[in-house]
C-alpha cells in the first residue's frame, strides 16, 4: 500500500513545481504535510542506541529495510518529499540515537526545486559534521544519487535535470574526505546503456520498486559497508 501511497503523490510533486522558483531558491520540503507525520512516528520509538540508520528522502521512506536485511533493529528515517534543509532541521533524532551506522539518500528533490548543487553538497557537509559532532562513533556513509528517467510513463518533469544529479554525485565524492566519510556509488548499480535508470527497476523514472533495494543492500553487504 505504501508504494501507490507514494505514486498517489506523484501529481502533488508536479504541481510544487509552480512555486519552485519564487525565491532564491524553495527551502520547503515537497509535500509538506507528510513530514509531521513522520516526525511524530519517530519520536514514537524508544531511544535504542548503536542502531543503523537509513536516512533521506521518499526512496529510503519506501525501502523495507527491516525485511531486506532481515534486521528487526535497522531503522528507517526516510520522508517523502524530503531535502537537505529538511534533514538539518531534524538531526536531534539521530544523533540522540547514537547510531552505529547512517547511509545518507538525499538530493533528488532539493535539484527538483533548483537548490544549487554546490549548496546541495554543503549542506550534506553540514549533515555529517552535525552527526560526527553529536555522536562521533558513528560512521557515515554519503550514497550516490540515483540515476533518473524521464522517459517512462508519469514521470515528474521538474526532475528532469540528470545532469544536475551528476554534478551533485562528483561535489558529493570529492567531499568525502574534508567531510569525513564514505562514498558509495550506486548509481552504477541500475543505469541502463542510455544512462537512464532502468525501468524495470522504477515506477515511473523516479522512484524504486522493491526488487531495487535488494540489489542495493546486497552490493552494500559485498561492499563490507553493512
Do not use: C
Request: cysteine-free; aromatic content about 12%; charged content about 20%.
Amino acid at each position: 500500500m505504501k508504494y501507490l501511497f507514494f505514486l498517489f503523490l506523484i501529481p502533488l510533486f508536479a504541481g510544487a513545481q509552480n512555486v519552485t522558483n519564487q525565491h532564491l531558491f524553495d527551502t520547503i520540503p515537497f509535500i509538506p504535510e507528510h513530514t509531521p507525520v513522520r516526525l511524530k512516528a519517530f519520536a514514537a520509538e524508544p531511544i535504542l542506541l548503536g542502531r543503523v540508520i537509513f536516512l533521506g528522502n521518499s526512496i529510503t521512506e519506501m525501502g523495507d529495510w527491516k525485511k531486506v536485511l532481515n534486521d528487526t533493529t535497522v531503522l528507517n528515517r526516510g520522508i517523502g518529499g524530503d531535502i537537505t534543509f529538511g534533514v538539518l532541521k531534524r538531526l536531534k533524532d539521530i544523533t540522540d540515537r547514537q547510531p552505529a551506522k547512517v547511509f545518507i539518500l538525499l538530493g533528488i528533490n532539493d535539484i527538483g526545486k533548483d537548490i544549487p548543487d554546490a549548496v546541495i553538497a554543503d549542506n550534506y557537509l553540514k549533515i555529517v559534521k552535525e552527526i560526527h559532532l553529536k555522536s562521533p562513533q558513528t560512521k557515515i556513509f554519503v550514497e550516490s544519487i540515483l540515476p533518473l528517467n524521464s522517459t517512462m510513463p508519469n514521470f515528474p518533469q521538474h526532475y528532469d535535470k540528470e545532469e544536475h544529479v551528476l554534478a551533485v554525485n562528483k561535489l558529493l565524492k570529492g567531499n568525502a574526505t574534508v567531510g569525513n566519510y564514505t562514498f558509495i556509488d550506486i548509481f552504477h548499480l541500475f543505469i541502463d546503456a542510455d544512462g537512464r535508470l532502468k525501468s524495470e527497476f522504477s515506477y515511473e523514472g523516479l522512484h524504486l520498486k522493491p526488487a531495487a533495494y535488494v540489489i542495493w543492500t546486497d552490493y552494500l553487504k559485498k561492499q563490507g559497508y553493512l
